[in-house]
């Protein structure tokens, strides 16, 4: 079966089944053309009028997005129309026209694989999201140029069909046609690029991230896909369409479930109130993070700010994003953590030499204390938001006390400033620390004495824990949370909080996961950060669990030898109170093993 079994990233819940349709869809050859010295500026007036002309369907499809899609998603067209308009990349171009005497659609294509290189080569995800809508784009452009069309993609699918690309732009995600087209796989693209958010938004399931999909899957292949697994089986027999057909039966009623239990509190059986909140890496993730009632942002990420952008971000506009964050959670936290920069993210304004191990070098709270001038801005505009609403600050990859020393210190400079310089801003703010490393799992103890909370990234932790880098493949099945070491250090993370009176929460994607989320609450955390859609998932999941079963089980996960038998031993424990093929991916109980063992 594994031949006929690809994997990617569920980006879109739900399941889909039918043929393939592969769509090719590619930048367009471009035959190389010079102009005579008399037509250059005739070149760059067709620039601009296809700038027009492409701008006015970059609005329409807005419209349609509205539609379709909803007010805030239809803003993911804004992006593109900045993009489309940008005066420094169309100046390059323009640059390409007259010196080169390149015809209009040459130079755009050759500034465009520019910048995608550049984007490509950066290794930020932020960025390389973004390549699909730079790609969407420029095809439209070009192909505008070259009196070309790309409307009819979609015209000739009359049954239900799954789109095959290599990757896909929002601008074609929108104008889907969802009674024929039941499902998107993707060569390209993760859960936070646009067309990843259309399609959820739509209601259409996807997979991303599938590589060799293009190569792998053949026009005509019966197929289906399960957005929230990330799998894309081919040739199904008769039995497996069946069982999939089932499996989405039981989604469509745990969604009915989730609907229920919405505004409900998220209360174990047992009475234990646990805080559900956010997770939001980018504005679009605001809205979802409300509409599924986060009690506030535990990860307010801020690196898109800088990311991809040639200037730093003004103190007005910091103030300005995080107070409209403060604002949408009302009466809740807002913790917004510093730039987490460095590493594979450096942006071009801070100019730093290469490594040769970045992640083991200058980055996060380390790149903020040595660039002071960029990071007092940040906690100026922090400390102004703060007059908005409940806004904490919290620094990442902390290994040592006097980070969090010299950040507290900073933090009142600047408060005084601003009440020197007569500016309306908060006197001060909680300061906390993220535990991500082991490091700071040993020292929680110390750190809990002086911070005013802790936040758990699992992410980090797990990698520096186990020397894993996450992005590599070749160690993928080496990277788990659920490491019995790496429980050990939540475990001790949890008990220090607990011991200083402080709170501790967990951000990383380990809160996420409704079966971690059941670990979590047995190791003692009360407060999960959650990425907007697992929202009603754990919601759920916390609602039909008791504290004391969960407790018990973590209690046997700290004994266990190895993370199969953690997930064995969670499993088992969470079998007792809900249906694990609607949360766990696997959905398989270990075989010869009873929940009764777990004693309680």
């Known amino acids: 079966m594994s031949d006929r079994l690809l994997k990617g990233i569920g980006v879109s819940p739900g399941i889909g089944v039918g043929t393939a349709v592969v769509v090719r869809w590619s930048m367009p050859e471009v035959p190389h053309r010079v102009v005579p010295r008399a037509r250059v500026e005739k070149e760059v007036r067709r620039l601009r009028a296809a700038i027009r002309d492409q701008k006015r369907y970059l609005e329409a499809m807005r419209e349609k997005a509205k539609d379709r899609a909803g007010v805030d998603e239809a803003r993911i067209f804004d992006a593109q129309i900045m993009m489309l308009e940008d005066k420094e990349f169309l100046t390059g171009v323009a640059d390409l026209i007259r010196e080169n005497h390149l015809a209009a659609e040459k130079a755009y294509e050759f500034k465009t694989l520019e910048v995608r290189d550049l984007w490509a080569a950066s290794g930020n995800p932020r960025l390389k999201d973004r390549l699909a809508d730079l790609s969407g784009v420029a095809v439209r452009v070009i192909e505008h140029l070259m009196h070309r069309g790309s409307d009819d993609l979609w015209e000739g699918i009359t049954q239900p069909s799954v789109v095959v690309a290599k990757e896909l732009s929002p601008g074609l995600t929108v104008q889907l046609d969802r009674e024929h087209v039941v499902g998107l796989v993707s060569e390209e693209g993760t859960r936070t690029s646009h067309a990843a958010i259309l399609a959820h938004s739509i209601g259409i399931p996807a997979v991303f991230g599938v590589a060799g999909a293009i190569d792998q899957i053949e026009p005509g292949t019966m197929v289906v896909m399960d957005g929230k697994r990330g799998t894309v089986l081919l040739q199904p027999t008769p039995h497996e369409i069946a069982e999939a057909q089932a499996r989405e039966l039981s989604r469509r009623e745990l969604d009915a479930q989730l609907e229920e239990v919405l505004d ?71 913790v917004v953590r510093t730039y987490d920069l460095g590493g594979d993210k450096l942006p071009a304004p801070f100019r730093a030499p290469s490594e040769v191990n970045p992640q083991l070098g200058w980055r996060a709270i380390r790149v903020c204390l040595d660039r002071p001038e960029i990071f007092r801005t940040q906690v100026r505009a922090v400390l102004r938001a703060a007059k908005h609403g409940d806004v904490w600050l919290m620094i990442p990859l902390v290994t040592r006390i006097d980070e969090l020393d010299r950040t507290r210190a900073l933090v009142a400079e600047e408060a005084a400033r601003l009440a020197r310089e007569g500016i309306p801003a908060a006197t001060s703010v909680p300061v906390g620390v993220m535990i991500e490393t082991p490091a700071a799992a040993v020292m929680a103890d110390r750190l809990a004495a002086e911070a005013d909370f802790l936040s758990v990234g699992t992410n980090d932790l797990t990698q520096y824990t186990l020397v894993v880098d996450r992005g590599n493949a070749r160690l993928a099945d080496r990277f788990t949370p659920h490491d019995p070491s790496v429980l050990r250090l939540l475990n001790m993370v949890s008990d220090a909080a607990r011991r200083a009176g402080k709170p501790a929460s967990v951000c990383g994607e380990m809160a996420s996961e409704p079966l971690s989320a059941f670990l979590l609450l047995g190791l003692g955390f009360e407060t999960l950060s959650v990425a907007p859609p697992a929202l009603p998932y754990i919601r759920w999941t916390v609602r039909q669990v008791s504290a004391a079963r969960a407790r018990a089980a973590a209690e046997q996960a700290l004994g266990a030898r190895t993370a199969e038998d953690v997930l064995d031993l969670l499993r088992l424990a969470l079998a007792e109170a809900v249906d694990l093929r609607l949360l766990d991916p696997d959905g398989r109980l270990p075989a010869g093993r009873r929940a009764a063992s777990l004693n309680v």
């Not at 805080?275 to 690196?303: F, Y």
């Not at 995080?322 to 936290?333: E, I, L, Q, S, T």
């Open 264 to 334: 409900q509190p998220a209360v174990t059986t047992d009475g234990l109130r646990i805080v559900l909140r956010g997770n939001v890496d980018l504005p679009d993730e605001i809205k979802p993070a409300r509409d599924h009632r986060a009690e506030g942002v535990g990860l307010l990420r801020t690196e898109f700010l800088i990311t991809g952008h040639t200037d730093l971000p003004s103190e007005n506009e910091q103030a300005e994003y995080y107070a409209r964050v403060a604002r949408a959670f009302p009466g809740h936290p807002v």
